[in-house]
């Protein structure tokens, strides 16, 4: 089948009935398998690469109604679906509601719960609105959602991309059992090397700080510093972007080839219009669900007016900026530091002086947030090339909207499903671990010493995401790696970049598409390998 035909471009629907059952049948098993990987391991599992493999047996069931699934488009929303569930359930709904319990506020769950729902929906709004901008661009990284494309692409097309994905995933699954890394080192093939040189740099920083300084840099939060830097900046070149005029980016004094390269880049499917609608219509939502839950929280007797109007900025704010800061890392590496960010947010919650049932209340909700809005851009991105990477800007629309459908649809099975469990989880002590970090922070508080280190640090990951600029993301990625504690990734990141160099320097261009197919495998590989442990591990 050849996904770039541009005749007939109708893409499928997702209220076709049987690509409706199979979505909701997905949408299930991902939250169940999203809510029983947080509570057991404290993890979440790419499910995309497990949806896109389930469409494809089930397009080789000889019956008529399955054999639609021989479509990659149809592969393409069913795996949409389950992902969407997964994360949904885990990261963006049951994670967050175990805060409250752990710290004895049983009364905030369900208020909680009703403020991360929505905050679950309006991430994935967002997302939709801000892919395709020059704020997040579909041609950026967005590395699971290369492998997943790939995946579905080898088993449509076979041939040479075929074994070239076969090769890698037995690589990415052989590397994963001797515990490699094998998605930081498929990254370092597909994403921009300044920010993964420098995502690499801070992984091993973090590994090897005891051993380097003689300290750990997170008792001294000097990761967490550097974030909040580089998020602050960050936040501020988002905003440049957008009133930026056209063109103004190509710099001065550059050749007549390389300005004429600028010019002729592929246009993005949205425009500035969209960027402002997106953060409007974004920052009101937000600031409506703070209201929300300080209301049904009973925040207003605990908080002075002034102090009140304080939290509702603040919360609306912080959501923006992990969303942000976790898509930014999402999109150029694949990985995202959504707990540690979230656990940022809180202190500076502390910090400012919010009583516990609002700082409970804050960390619920902005753990909620960016995982949703990471989740839908890898699932996007899959859709973006398999729809053939925007040369039908009409066809890539309607292919984009009928994914944001599927991931709604997803995420509203998944607030059912956790509606249902969470009870009987947290009854038999399995809550999400990071919940105890949270709550352990907020029992014990911040003193004056942490905020001065917060200032102090914050100030390098400023200027190095200046330094940078909002191409290369480098403070973003660099802060990431510092809030990641996994040498073996940054060693395996790094690796994978010497290894590209070398490779485009022997081979030329020629040699990029079969690197990144290759790259994808090594992804795939490690995702299947490390969901099929996750649940071994569980079903033990």
Same mark, same amino acid.
């Given at each position: 089948m050849d996904i770039n035909k541009t005749e007939n471009r109708e893409h499928p629907t997702i209220f076709d009935p049987i690509i409706l059952s199979m979505i909701?049948?997905? #949408?299930?098993?991902? #939250?169940?398998? %999203?809510?029983?990987?947080?509570?057991?391991? %404290?993890?979440? &599992?790419?499910?995309?690469? !497990?949806?896109?493999?389930?469409?494809?047996?089930? @397009?080789?069931?000889? !019956?008529?109604?399955?054999l639609k699934f021989k479509s990659v488009h149809r592969q393409n929303l069913v795996q949409t679906s389950i992902s969407a569930a997964t994360f949904g359930a885990a990261s963006s709904l049951i994670l967050p509601i175990g805060i409250p319990y752990v710290l004895g506020m049983t009364d905030l769950i369900i208020p909680l719960f009703?403020? +991360?729902?929505? @905050?679950?929906?309006?991430?994935?709004?967002?997302?939709?609105?801000?892919?395709?901008?020059? +704020?997040? =661009?579909?041609?950026?990284?967005?590395?699971?959602?290369?492998?997943?494309?790939?995946?579905?692409?080898?088993?449509?097309? %076979?041939?040479?991309? #075929?074994?070239?994905?076969?090769?890698g995933i037995v690589i990415g699954i052989a590397g994963s059992i001797i515990k490699i890394p094998m998605s930081a080192f498929g990254v370092a093939f597909i994403g921009n090397i300044w920010a993964l040189t420098m995502f690499g740099i801070g992984l091993l920083l973090s590994g090897y700080s005891t051993?380097?300084?003689?300290i750990e840099l997170s008792e001294y939060y000097i990761p967490h510093g550097f974030m909040i830097g580089a998020g602050i900046v960050a936040l501020f070149q988002v905003i440049v972007l957008i009133f930026q005029k056209k063109n103004s980016n190509i710099p001065i004094g550059k050749s007549?080839?390389?300005?004429? @390269? &600028?010019?002729?880049? !592929?246009?993005?499917?949205?425009?500035?219009?969209?960027?402002?609608?997106?953060?409007?219509?974004?920052f009101i939502a937000y600031l409506a669900i703070a209201l929300f839950l300080a209301l049904m929280g009973g925040l207003l007797t605990d908080m002075s007016p002034g102090m009140m109007i304080g939290f509702l900025l603040f919360a609306a704010i912080s959501a923006f900026a992990h969303e942000l800061i976790v898509g930014i890392a999402a999109m150029h590496a694949g990985w995202f530091p959504a707990f540690a960010v979230a656990l940022i947010t809180l202190i500076i919650g502390i910090?400012?002086?919010?009583?516990? =049932?609002?700082?409970?209340?804050? @960390?619920?909700?902005? &753990?909620?947030?960016?995982?949703?809005?990471?989740?839908?851009?890898?699932?996007?991105?899959?859709?973006?090339?398999?729809?053939?990477?925007?040369?039908?800007?009409?066809?890539?629309?309607?292919?984009?909207?009928?994914?944001?459908? &599927?991931?709604?649809?997803?995420?509203?099975?998944?607030?059912?499903?956790?509606l249902l469990t969470y009870e009987n989880y947290f009854s038999q002590g399995l809550i999400p671990p990071v919940n105890h970090v949270y709550a352990a922070t907020i029992e014990s508080g911040v003193s004056g010493d942490i905020a001065a280190q917060l200032f102090l640090w914050a100030i390098p990951g400023a200027l190095l995401q200046l330094l940078g600029g909002s191409k290369r993301q480098m403070g973003i990625l660099f802060s990431t790696g510092l809030l990641l504690v996994n040498p073996i990734a940054g060693w395996a990141v790094l690796a994978g970049i010497l290894i590209r160099f070398l490779v485009l320097k022997w081979k030329g261009k020629e040699a990029e598409l079969p690197m990144t197919i290759l790259a994808a495998g090594f992804i795939a590989g490690d995702?299947?390998?490390?969901?099929?442990?996750? !649940?071994?591990? +569980? %079903?033990k």
């Amino acid at each position: 089948m050849d996904i770039n035909k541009t005749e007939n471009r109708e893409h499928p629907t997702i209220f076709d009935p049987i690509i409706l059952s199979m979505i909701l049948a997905t #949408a299930v098993i991902g #939250a169940i398998i %999203g809510v029983q990987l947080i509570t057991s391991l %404290g993890i979440s &599992a790419n499910t995309s690469i !497990i949806g896109a493999i389930f469409a494809m047996l089930i @397009a080789r069931i000889p !019956i008529k109604m399955f054999l639609k699934f021989k479509s990659v488009h149809r592969q393409n929303l069913v795996q949409t679906s389950i992902s969407a569930a997964t994360f949904g359930a885990a990261s963006s709904l049951i994670l967050p509601i175990g805060i409250p319990y752990v710290l004895g506020m049983t009364d905030l769950i369900i208020p909680l719960f009703i403020g +991360v729902t929505l @905050a679950m929906f309006v991430d994935a709004i967002l997302l939709y609105k801000f892919f395709d901008t020059k +704020v997040f =661009p579909a041609k950026e990284a967005w590395p699971p959602g290369i492998a997943t494309a790939e995946s579905i692409k080898a088993g449509d097309e %076979g041939g040479k991309r #075929a074994k070239l994905l076969s090769i890698g995933i037995v690589i990415g699954i052989a590397g994963s059992i001797i515990k490699i890394p094998m998605s930081a080192f498929g990254v370092a093939f597909i994403g921009n090397i300044w920010a993964l040189t420098m995502f690499g740099i801070g992984l091993l920083l973090s590994g090897y700080s005891t051993a380097l300084f003689g300290i750990e840099l997170s008792e001294y939060y000097i990761p967490h510093g550097f974030m909040i830097g580089a998020g602050i900046v960050a936040l501020f070149q988002v905003i440049v972007l957008i009133f930026q005029k056209k063109n103004s980016n190509i710099p001065i004094g550059k050749s007549k080839n390389e300005i004429a @390269a &600028a010019l002729e880049e !592929i246009p993005f499917s949205r425009n500035v219009k969209d960027i402002k609608q997106a953060f409007g219509y974004g920052f009101i939502a937000y600031l409506a669900i703070a209201l929300f839950l300080a209301l049904m929280g009973g925040l207003l007797t605990d908080m002075s007016p002034g102090m009140m109007i304080g939290f509702l900025l603040f919360a609306a704010i912080s959501a923006f900026a992990h969303e942000l800061i976790v898509g930014i890392a999402a999109m150029h590496a694949g990985w995202f530091p959504a707990f540690a960010v979230a656990l940022i947010t809180l202190i500076i919650g502390i910090i400012i002086g919010f009583p516990a =049932p609002a700082l409970a209340l804050l @960390a619920g909700f902005s &753990a909620s947030t960016g995982v949703a809005f990471a989740d839908m851009g890898y699932d996007l991105k899959t859709g973006y090339i398999l729809r053939g990477n925007g040369k039908d800007l009409e066809f890539e629309r309607k292919g984009r909207q009928q994914q944001l459908y &599927a991931g709604l649809l997803a995420f509203s099975v998944a607030s059912i499903v956790v509606l249902l469990t969470y009870e009987n989880y947290f009854s038999q002590g399995l809550i999400p671990p990071v919940n105890h970090v949270y709550a352990a922070t907020i029992e014990s508080g911040v003193s004056g010493d942490i905020a001065a280190q917060l200032f102090l640090w914050a100030i390098p990951g400023a200027l190095l995401q200046l330094l940078g600029g909002s191409k290369r993301q480098m403070g973003i990625l660099f802060s990431t790696g510092l809030l990641l504690v996994n040498p073996i990734a940054g060693w395996a990141v790094l690796a994978g970049i010497l290894i590209r160099f070398l490779v485009l320097k022997w081979k030329g261009k020629e040699a990029e598409l079969p690197m990144t197919i290759l790259a994808a495998g090594f992804i795939a590989g490690d995702a299947l390998f490390s969901f099929f442990n996750s !649940i071994f591990k +569980v %079903g033990k």
